[in-house]
């Protein structure tokens, strides 16, 4: 990977970082965090689901046990944020390990892996709806504590920075992975797996590095919502509208595609916010939209907004020279 | 341990709720057994029928067992429409298509729903919710055995109609070969659009069964959704027998597990299953590939 291939990414990074200098108010702030969020735990999703092609309906799983990692030891066991932050991403990490290497070595696929994933994450929200650990049903909260090593800051603008840090750095491996020798054999098991192996591509190995690499993102994102909302309880963080936020965004936006998730994720935000406006108080409505849009994605724009953006953007070009001879 | 009798309670008990599960994951099997997709939206869709047997109850003092020939038809009209002009044409044909486009479509339906009747949980009160049967020292709850009779009821009915009808043949055929029974001049399309109408009437039914001891709301069907999965994936995908059999095994295993770990860690065992399965025996019980 040259510094130039990953200098778009670098650049869009760089300007979602000045977008909180431009005197935006807080409530937008809050909105974007919100966003960028959702968006790294998409990027997860699209490592595996988008590269690899294995698409998973439990990403709330290593979500989940991110969020759960960092409040436990910070509330139960005293630690400091960042190093609860970490140990976060790595149980997340662990735990994309271990459901990836009982269902890959099971040799599931296609609907039996998004069944057997929404199962796992389902059996995490109840264990952690009944054990104490977790503070079971009624959650566990985090002590408003302002401060660095609290990873709690009285300026939002700098947690707006840390999530745009992880989510530009996830951009940064995203790419990595489309010209890497890894990303290749990944994409060539999720074009075939069995002309994949002919060749000598080991199909397991890959796929357990893609999860692995997906449910750290996933997970980090969990870390920063703790640290956000500085609450969490079973039905937020193993919850299943967080593993259908996760691939709707990548799947709008362009899915197995660097900025795919990060388009999604601001695309899906800005419905949503403006279903609010219009139709403020009824439940469900934007919900409805997504819904909708996620079927006119599927059915016209297979490869997402991205996609479609890249094909109007041939299309003039290809016609430009013809409108200049006449 | 449980004297006995609390024991065969909880069985009989069991495999009624289980019959329920049969009902709903036999329009989940048979889909997958001819169009080879996972219908996630079959929760949704099961949340509608409830819906729309507690509006005619409400609405129009339908008792919920009358609406029977109004409800199971409306699915079927339901089913065929969504297959037939939006999942079959919006998914070109890919299996990871499918699953997102039903899973849009639960979405949608689900938060419909929503957006209507808000969360409330809403209930019927009939004569006979409340209603029991004694057998010997047992009480069995009167709506629940009818629920049983009727499952048995409809899964010999659409025996019948797969294995005697003209349609059940072309379905079977198309199931077997798709490129072959268009070739004999098979509409595929309807066909398939015809099996998904079918999955969703069997949900008619059990909202129908359902209704008169159970409550609705807008997320009252995903409730039912895993468990269909797990039953459909125990008795092995397309299996009807399997279904059934699978069904009744998760009932009976639901009703012991929470009588032995509470009501909130009992749901956990048939996930566990549903897993185990999975990773496991793919093909389930009965499955014939995987």
Redesign the interface.
């Known amino acids: 990977m040259t510094a130039r291939e990953v200098l778009p990414h670098l650049i869009a990074t760089a300007l979602l970082a000045c977008l909180p200098f431009l005197g935006i108010s807080n409530t937008a702030l809050n909105f974007l965090i919100v966003v960028l969020i959702t968006a790294l735990a998409a990027q997860g999703w699209n490592i595996l689901g988008g590269f690899g092609?294995q698409?998973s309906?439990g990403h709330a799983a290593f979500f989940g046990t991110g969020a759960y990692t960092t409040a436990i030891l910070q509330v139960q066991f005293g630690w400091g944020a960042w190093p609860g932050f970490l140990l976060g991403v790595f149980a997340g990490t662990l735990t994309g390990f271990v459901i990836g290497f009982?269902?890959f070595r099971?040799n599931?696929r296609?609907?039996?892996f998004?069944?057997?994933t929404?199962?796992?994450a389902?059996?995490c929200r109840?264990?952690a709806?009944?054990i104490g650990i977790t503070g079971g049903a009624a959650g566990l909260l985090l002590g408003l504590r302002p401060g660095f090593t609290h990873l709690q800051f009285t300026d939002r603008r700098i947690f707006f920075l840390l999530a745009t840090a992880l989510v530009g750095i996830a951009l940064v491996v995203s790419r990595w992975i489309e010209s890497s020798r890894f990303g290749a054999q990944l994409i060539a098991v999720r074009e075939n797996e069995e002309a994949a192996k002919a060749v000598g591509v080991n199909a397991l190995h890959v796929k357990l590095g893609a999860i692995m690499i997906s449910a750290a993102m996933t997970a980090a994102a969990g870390c920063l919502y703790v640290q956000n909302f500085l609450y969490i309880d079973a039905n937020v963080a193993y919850g299943?509208w967080i593993s259908?936020e996760a691939?709707l965004a990548p799947?709008v936006g362009g899915v197995g595609t660097a900025f795919g998730p990060l388009a999604g994720a601001l695309c899906l935000g800005a419905l949503g916010e403006l279903t609010k406006l219009f139709a403020d108080g009824?439940?469900?409505?934007d919900?409805?939209l997504?819904?909708?849009a996620?079927?006119l994605i599927?059915?016209l724009a297979?490869q997402g907004l991205i996609g479609l953006v890249r094909r109007l953007w041939a299309r003039r070009a290809r016609r430009a020279p013809f409108l200049k001879e006449a | 341990m449980y004297p006995p009798e609390i024991l065969i309670e909880a069985t009989l008990n069991g495999l009624m709720t289980g019959a329920i599960y049969a009902l709903i994951a036999l329009g989940l099997t048979l889909i997958y057994g001819v169009l080879h997709i996972i219908n996630f939206a079959h929760g949704a869709l099961l949340t509608c029928a409830m819906f729309a047997v507690w509006g005619s109850s409400v609405w129009l003092g339908i008792d919920p067992y009358a609406a029977m020939p109004v409800v199971v038809p409306l699915m079927f009209a339901l089913g065929y429409l969504l297959q037939r002009w939006v999942i079959g044409p919006a998914s070109h044909g890919d299996d990871n298509n499918v699953l997102l486009v039903t899973l849009g479509l639960s979405i949608i339906l689900e938060n419909a729903l929503l957006a209507v009747f808000r969360s409330d949980t809403r209930t019927l009160d009939t004569a006979y919710s409340f209603q029991v049967v004694a057998v010997g020292p047992l009480l069995l709850s009167s709506p629940r055995l009818i629920g049983c009779a009727v499952t048995l009821a409809v899964t010999g009915l659409l025996w019948v109609l797969l294995n005697r009808t003209d349609t059940g043949r072309a379905i079977r055929a198309v199931a077997k070969e798709q490129l072959g029974a268009r070739l004999v001049g098979i509409e595929v399309e309807h066909i398939y659009a015809v099996t998904f109408g079918i999955g969703c009437a069997c949900l008619g039914v059990a909202a129908c069964l359902l209704m008169p001891t159970f409550y609705v709301n807008p997320r009252s069907g995903a409730a039912f959704v895993l468990v269909a999965f797990t039953v459909v994936v125990l008795g092995g995908m397309g299996s009807i027998a399997g279904a059934l059999i699978g069904g009744l095994l998760i009932g009976v295993m639901e009703s012991i597990s929470s009588l032995y770990l509470g009501d909130s860690l009992g749901q956990i065992g048939i996930f566990l299953v549903f897993i185990l399965v999975l990773l496991l025996r793919p093909r389930g019980l009965f499955g014939a590939r995987a």
């Open positions: 092609g698409y309906f009982l269902s099971a599931l296609g609907s039996y998004a069944l057997v929404l199962a796992f389902e059996v109840i264990v709806n009944a299943t259908i691939l799947i009824v439940p469900g409505i919900l409805v997504f819904g909708i996620l079927i599927i059915a297979p």
